[in-house]
């Protein structure tokens, strides 16, 4: 295989418009099959619980938040269906990567910044969006894709917050990427 055609093979992304039918389809399968909509953030939420529990077993007492969590799941919080979600994207985007040609360890950036500040950035925005789903019970799939599935006001507030505020912060950051 030449390299251009392997150049145009690692350039080559799913049709926008058909990622979000395969999503929306996605979405109705969840909640016709568990009867709830897709989210990571209650993922990560179980597997922070079971950190702290395999730590120490009575620290997540003193955690009335984490100590329900804890409780309103029977057996280990790692069963939960929504670990086994997390995981399913995390190996499917691995393997599109592969197959894509796509997959290489390096950090995309503006010329105009550093691998470092890219990724500080990165990692400040996780940050601060894991910690604004927990405020806002959910994160953009749960509170806001699934809530509007289901013709939730409050889904709909989310994503308009979601976008509304990335709009109005878009001018501040946008060096940092372009």
Known sequence: MSNSKTEERGRRY?????????????LLAANFISGRGL?????????VVTT????????????????????SHSGSPM?????FEMLGVIVGGFLSGAIAGRLKLKVE????????RRLVFA???????????QLGRGCTSGSALSGMAVLSMGGFITMMAIFGTAFALAYFFRRNWI
């Not at 799913?14 to 996605?26: A, C, F, H």
């Not at 950036?109 to 470092?116: A, V, Y």
């Open 123 to 133: 990692l400040m925005g996780g940050v601060l969006f894991g910690f604004g789903s």
């Open 39 to 47: 989210g990571a953030s209650g993922a990560v939420k179980s597997v």
């Open 109 to 116: 950036h503006s010329p105009k910044i550093t691998s470092r």
């Open 14 to 26: 799913l049709n926008p418009y058909v990622g979000g039918v395969l999503l929306g389809l996605v």
């Open 52 to 71: 702290i529990e395999a730590v120490d077993k009575d620290a997540i007492n003193t955690m009335p938040f984490m100590a329900d969590y804890a409780e």
């Open 79 to 83: 069963k939960s269906w929504l670990v």
